[in-house]
């Protein structure tokens, strides 16, 4: 039965691919003009970009067009919905005990949604996740958080707020870090997205070193890689705009149902659809574990860091219309 439900998944995920790419044009515009934003906030505190991404964003809507498939007629649009928690910190469970760490900036998660009303049924049939951790040039230059790039790379279990388990993700594609670079800087765009494990392996940093430094921060040997403009590296790092384009493609992103289940469980999307490919993941495994009400006692927030978690949900919806 399952692997009926998968051949009927990938033949809906052919369908939204193939809308979304006769549209190609206008979406990557629209995203990509998400860059001139960051560009116009690059001045401001962390927390104050966090916001207004997210702020763009809950108010993208897009019409895609029409498709067809094996006699019957969809209509294709994208629709954004956010949400955000007060209080950001997990804490992690690592083989010397309990770390404190940032969960992260904004999670985003893409779900291609079948709206069908011969079934009378929401379903995600494919889709991804990804998650932001946002630093301004200058503090990522004084070295990044050991214990927030050992989560980023490893995932191992951790709890948050009343929530016990573990992402079963790609980090590769799941983790990343949104450089805001220096507003006085010579590059046109002021957004670097790169993913926080190949990070870590062009400076060399591996699992035994982060977990050595894990009370302290790991600073940069060149710190030409927050640029654009790496020479001699394979690390490309994207805009903001380029990588919700790849995003929303599903290029980037780790097709967790553990994620989802989070998103779920800690009200950030109660109301999701069901979801209907069973390959996307396995069983998180939960236990019942008392909310810490409060920040972790080995763990404060520094000046530049604000309190919440953001969650952006970029929907494609494909609607029965015949």
């Known amino acids: ?18 809308a979304l790419l006769s549209n190609y044009v206008k979406l990557r515009r629209d995203l990509l003009s998400v860059d001139g934003l960051i560009n116009s906030v690059a001045s401001k505190s962390e927390g104050e970009i966090n916001q207004s991404l997210v702020n763009k964003l809950s108010s993208y809507k897009a019409y895609v067009g029409k498709v067809g498939f094996k006699g019957r007629f969809f209509e294709a649009t994208i629709e954004a919905e956010t949400a955000k928690s007060h209080g950001r910190i997990c804490q992690m ?29 929401r379903k995600i049939i494919n ?13 990522a230059k004084q070295g ?17 707020k009343g929530f016990s388990g573990r992402f079963d993700v790609f980090p590769d594609s799941f983790a990343f870090y949104l450089f805001v670079l220096d507003p006085t800087s010579p590059e046109k765009e002021k957004s670097s997205v790169v993913s926080a494990p190949m990070l870590t392996r062009y400076l060399g940093i591996d ?5 050595n430094s894990i009370n302290g921060k790991v600073k940069f040997s060149n710190p030409d890689l927050l640029s654009k403009q790496i020479v001699g590296c394979s690390l490309i790092p994207l805009t903001v ?9 599903l290029a980037l992103g780790s097709p967790s149902i553990e994620v989802r289940r989070f998103l779920r469980e800690k009200d950030f999307f109660p109301l999701m659809e069901e979801i209907e490919d069973c390959h996307l993941g396995t069983q998180t495994q939960k236990t019942q574990m008392i909310d810490d009400n409060g920040k972790p006692h080995d763990y404060i927030l520094s000046d530049d860091e604000d309190e919440y978690v953001f969650a952006v ?10």
């Open 241 to 249: 705009g380029s990588y919700l384009f790849r995003a929303l493609n």
């Open 207 to 211: 699992k035994t070193r982060l977990t």
């Open 144 to 160: 990044l958080n050991a214990a927030q790039l050992y989560l980023m790379t490893q995932w191992p279990p951790f709890q948050y």
């Open 1 to 18: 039965m399952c692997l009926i439900i998968v051949d009927v998944g990938m033949a809906f995920l052919g369908l939204f691919r193939s």
């Open 127 to 139: 889709g991804s996740a990804s998650i932001i951790q946002t630093k301004k040039e200058k503090f």
């Open 93 to 121: 469970q690592l083989p010397s005990g309990k770390k404190g760490t940032e969960l992260g900036d904004i999670m985003v998660l893409v779900d291609y949604i079948l709206d069908d009303f011969v079934e009378h049924k």
């Open 313 to 322: 949900r970029l929907k494609v919806i494909l609607k029965t219309i015949g």
